[in-house]
């Protein structure tokens, strides 16, 4: 059993003999409060105890497994439990906000009380914190099917998001079940991200029916927006205008079908993205410059749509358009590439004008409005389309297995099992072509990805 703070102090008090005027200078608490903390009949304050602490000369956080105990002495502990959450954030003792959260929550009337506790330290940036209060909010309520549980799994979601894809599309699907639930303009958000984790492993179908989601929750708003007024005040906190998430669900619809093949379907819903002024009812800056960007996009990708089904004579005034906007030139070199594999068209002249684009450096490219996690797995694919062009039109299979090696060494940072299976079977298909450095650094690789193997099934059976 613990003993408690004032317990504490008249032990160490007897033992320093130190009367209580000589410890009201040490620990700066006047002595009538000195006397009652001493007494047991006043509860102590995280402030006083930060002065005990002091006066003894202990770190701040030497008796906080004891304050637990005198948090729950009056029947106003939330007044001392707020801060003493705080504080313990700070100093990144995670074992007593645990424990403090897990009593709290023996009565669930203060879960909302905890999750604002808990929204404040997210944005605050103490996420240790904070995901810990979430995960047993989260637990208290999961049988409830509330708002507020929705809310302490998108946190989580968020928090649990890395440069490991497949971990990532493990957090988007147990997340997913909980989006509708969230406050609409919550939902607009975690729609978007959804769609980016199920793209990233090419899950289309999924990126399909997400953003027909989104576009329906999103024109709807705006529809009702339209109407009153009074909807502005639920959405002021939304990251984007609703306008534009229905021109970004045209934007992913397109790209869905854009990998389906089908580009003439894509091309219809470019067109939809492509005069957002015709139904825009916004006249301000924001609206201009998001509008412009979405026809800018639509620019570009209806030549590349057109490119891709066949009409390579669009190649140079797609480049040309490409130059012009820095930001786009790296995704639009990896449509290139796939185009040159698709058609079997020479590209060398292209992949020299835009070598700058080619080394993978995450803190030198220039991303635009892409996240840096799509980045990193565009890059993993574009060495691996580089390969698959080196080995079959220039038949340079020292340079193929250079952008094969490069493909699979990014592919298993960010744990892209497709991209590293499909590089470990380029690499068995022209192995007789490897030099010796080549396959020894294929052989390091290997082991690497087995080791990573060998982890999760270990996990795995530690789970079961």
């Known amino acids: 059993m613990r003993r408690s703070i004032h317990e504490i102090l008249e032990q160490y008090m007897q033992e320093e003999q130190l009367s209580i005027s000589k410890f009201s200078q040490l620990s700066a608490i006047n002595t009538g409060t000195l006397s009652r903390i001493l007494k047991g009949v006043s509860p102590v304050s995280l402030r006083q105890l930060q002065g005990i602490t002091n006066g003894m000369g202990l770190s701040e956080d030497s008796f906080f497994k004891e304050y637990i105990e005198e948090c729950f002495t009056s029947s106003s502990n939330l007044r001392r439990i707020r801060p003493f959450i705080l504080r313990c954030a700070e100093l990144e003792r995670l074992d007593c906000i645990e424990e403090v959260v897990g009593r709290v929550l023996e009565d669930r009337q203060y879960n909302a009380t905890l999750f604002e506790i808990a929204e404040q330290l997210f944005k605050q940036e103490k996420l240790k914190a904070a995901a810990l209060i979430y995960r ?7 049988y409830q099917h509330s708002e507020r549980l929705a809310l302490c799994r998108y946190r989580l979601f968020n928090l649990q998001l890395g440069e490991d894809i497949e971990e990532n599309l493990v957090a988007a699907t147990q997340f997913e079940p909980y989006t509708n639930r969230l406050p609409e303009m919550e939902q607009l958000e975690a729609l978007k991200q959804l769609m980016h984790i199920f793209g990233m492993v090419h899950k289309w179908f999924k990126v399909e029916a997400l953003a027909v989601q989104l576009q329906q929750l999103a024109s709807s708003l705006y529809h009702l927006q339209g109407e009153s007024r009074r909807i502005e005040e639920s959405l002021i906190q939304a990251a984007q205008p609703l306008y534009y998430y229905i021109l970004y669900a045209y934007l992913a619809r397109a790209t ?3 990998h389906y093949g089908d580009y003439n379907k894509a091309l219809e819903f470019v067109s939809l993205y492509a005069n957002g002024e015709s139904w825009i009812r ?9 509008i412009a960007q979405f026809k800018e996009w639509a620019n570009i990708n209806s030549l590349l749509y ?43 002249d292209i992949l020299e004008k835009f070598s700058l684009y080619i080394p993978y450096k995450a803190e030198d490219i220039i991303a635009g409005a892409y996240q840096q996690d799509i980045i990193k797995e565009a890059h993993a694919r574009f060495y691996k389309d580089l390969a698959v062009y ?16 490069a493909s699979l060494e990014l592919s298993i940072k960010i744990n892209s099992e ?47």
Request: glycine residues 0%; hydrophobic residues 40%.
């Open 306 to 348: 057109r490119l891709m089904s066949g009409e390579l004579e669009v190649i140079e005034e797609y480049i040309s358009h490409v130059a012009a906007h820095e930001d786009e030139i790296f995704i639009a070199m990896c449509h290139i590439i796939q185009v040159a594999n698709m058609h079997r068209v020479n590209i060398d």
């Open 256 to 258: 869905v079908h854009e």
């Open 390 to 405: 080196f080995f079959n039109q220039k038949q340079n299979f020292t340079k193929a297995l250079e952008y094969l090696l």
């Open 136 to 142: 047993q909010v989260a637990e208290s309520e999961r």
């Open 418 to 464: 497709k991209n590293i299976l499909v590089c470990f079977t380029l690499f068995e298909k022209y192995r007789e072509h490897a030099n010796a450095d080549a396959t020894q650094k294929f052989k390091s690789l290997s082991n690497e990805v087995h080791e990573i193997n060998e982890k999760k099934n270990l996990l795995l059976l530690v789970s079961v």
């Open 282 to 290: 916004e006249k301000d800056e924001i609206a201009e410059r998001i």
